[in-house]
């Protein structure tokens, strides 16, 4: 374990080598090599040019990360004191030392405040990093509409002390927003890992619909699906079925519950676009079933998609989760589907006739009305399926044996290790 065979006499790589095995030091060891060795530094540095062809990282986020890693001196040579120091405070450090790191790094012009402009100018790179491999001509304009909701569901609370830059980001305002983009936060905090299919942050499902359907018909879009999945695990994010259209199958509750029952498979997501133009909607992580009571389990959420984009997990204060009820005749049982809260004041609800319903304030999963009016009327209604290995049916109903709260103790537990959890005080 260690730094054994080390000789700085450097207080910080030294403590740094302790947070890994000497296997992983040798390890470090050889990526540097290799990186130094494509650098024309007689193996002593690496340079940037090495540094962002490696690890897949252009534009101001690029430029940033290296600026972090070689610690602000500006001489374009990053030493291996530098990579074990950067990964070390990164990789291993604590929840607020990593969030520290990434808050820091988003910050790309260096001078302290963190602020809209900046937080554009990353989001611009993430989208093409991620979705450049679907559109190899796309640009930056692509995405901006994804960038401005993403932007939207951030707070900039810090005033402009010195009257230049704008209001800022504080740290507390980019821990409440990381909590709700959570894909952006994973592409984030994996900044240090070479790019790839399974690198977090970099998942986007393949979208299935039929030959007649035209991609432009779909609310959908790759960009919403990547932001949606990073509240999911990675074997949910490999295909993701369109099973409902209400354009292309007809508005009727009939049709959709129809559509979506028997495929096999039993997460869903389900999204809304009405007539003020916003789109939202919430993941299913169970079938759509009748049931004259709230049923489901802490893995489903409700998400914003346009003009906002942001998700929202259950925060425990109520296991009133999913709502499914048809052919009912009490008025105590609205019939419909929808998402939280409590009967007649859902967080979502669609009613039976697939033309009206509502979006309020929701303290199951802390969310606020997703439309711009409470009350809403769907103009299109869409529903995809989460397409799972077979091997993987056995695993989601055994997920669902215990008491809810059991399992959304293990939800957040898992979340906690890869720096996920969401907290219901930030």
């Known amino acids: 374990m260690g730094n054994s065979n080390s000789s700085s006499a450097n207080p910080r790589f030294t403590s740094a080598s302790r947070a890994f095995t000497q296997k992983k030091l040798e390890d470090l060891k050889s990526l540097f090599a290799s990186l130094a060795s494509k650098s024309q530094s007689n193996d002593q540095y690496v340079s940037y040019p090495a540094f962002q062809e490696y690890f897949g990282l252009s534009g101001s986020l690029g430029e940033r990360i290296f600026d972090m890693v070689t610690q602000h001196r500006k001489d374009d040579k990053l030493t291996f004191e530098d990579l074990v120091i950067a990964k070390a405070t990164y990789e291993k450090g604590t929840d607020d030392e990593i969030a520290e790191f990434i808050y820091q790094t988003l910050d790309v012009t260096g001078n302290g405040v963190l602020t809209r402009s900046d937080l554009e100018s990353v989001l611009v790179v993430i989208l093409k990093s991620v979705l450049s491999a679907e559109s190899s001509d796309a640009e930056s304009s692509d995405y901006k509409e994804m960038v401005d909701a993403l932007l939207n569901a951030a707070t900039f609370s810090k005033s402009d002390d010195d009257g230049g830059s704008g209001k800022g980001m504080t740290f507390a305002d980019f821990r409440s927003w990381s909590s709700h983009v959570p894909t952006t936060r994973k592409f984030l905090g994996s900044l240090l890992m070479p790019p790839g299919p399974v690198r977090p942050g970099y998942q986007v499902p393949n979208l299935l619909y039929g030959d007649g359907v035209e991609s432009d018909r779909l609310l959908l879009k790759k960009e919403y699906a990547w932001h949606i999945g990073g509240a999911l695990p990675h074997h949910e994010l490999v295909e993701w079925k369109l099973l409902y259209h209400s354009s292309l199958h007809g508005q009727s509750f009939n049709t959709f519950l129809g559509h979506t029952s028997n495929t096999g498979m039993s ?79 859902y967080g979502l609800f669609v009613s039976a006739s697939f033309d009206q319903g509502q979006t309020f304030e929701c303290t199951t999963f802390g969310s606020p009305s997703l439309s711009k009016t409470s009350r809403i009327q769907p103009e299109v209604i869409e529903c995809w399926g989460i397409v799972q290995a077979s091997n993987e049916q056995d695993s989601k109903h055994n997920a669902m044996k215990g008491t809810v709260l059991e399992r959304f103790k293990e939800d957040r537990n898992m979340l906690k290790l890869v720096g996920m959890a969401g907290n219901s005080n930030d």
């Not at 009820?325 to 809260?341: R, W, Y």
């Open 267 to 345: 997460a869903s997501v389900l999204i809304i676009k009405d007539r003020e133009g916003c789109v939202y909607g919430g993941y299913a992580s169970q079938p759509w079933e009748r049931y004259s009571d709230f049923y489901g389990d802490m893995k489903s959420f409700l998400f914003q998609l346009n003009p906002k984009a942001a998700i929202y997990r259950p925060t425990g204060a109520n296991t009133n989760i999913q709502w499914c009820a048809t052919n009912f005749t009490s008025e105590n049982i609205p019939n419909g589907i929808g998402f939280g809260g409590k009967i007649n004041h």
